[in-house]
């Protein structure tokens, strides 16, 4: 079992940058993949970016990518999102999940194992 918890989630101006945390508790946090995901009003769950146990692979959707990074501290047990350049269609609750498989491609959230209860980030225009 591992939990999750995020924050650093706000309201911010379309521009503006914000950094996401995942706190993990539990099982030992290296050796899952992480990955954040997000979900806007209506619509289904996405993923933004995934980082391997290790943390010497990361991917990204095509609409962060130039603009967020994915990173992580297993000596902190905590997952990052490092969000630039923020647009009014980033505006979504933010979930990290976490993944016990290395193989997967990370894309789906029925992939991961364990989820946060989520950040609201909001960006006005």
């Known amino acids: 079992q591992v939990q999750l918890v995020e924050s650093g989630g706000g309201l911010v101006q379309a521009g503006d940058s914000l950094r996401l945390s995942c706190a993990a508790s539990g099982r030992t946090f290296s050796y899952y993949a992480m990955g954040w995901f997000r979900q806007a009003p209506g619509k289904e769950r996405e993923f933004v970016a995934r980082?391997?146990?290790?943390?010497?692979?990361?991917k990204y959707a095509d609409s962060v990518k130039g603009r967020f990074t994915i990173s992580r501290d297993n000596a902190k047990n905590t997952l990052y999102l490092q969000m630039k350049s923020l647009k009014p269609e980033d505006t979504a609750v933010y979930y990290c999940?976490?993944?016990?498989?290395?193989?997967?491609?990370?894309?789906?959230?029925?992939?991961?194992?364990?989820w946060g209860q989520g950040t609201q980030v909001t960006v006005s225009p």
């Open positions: 980082i391997s146990a290790s943390g010497g692979n990361t």
């Open positions: 999940g976490a993944d016990s498989k290395s193989y997967g491609l990370g894309y789906l959230p029925r992939e991961y194992d364990y």
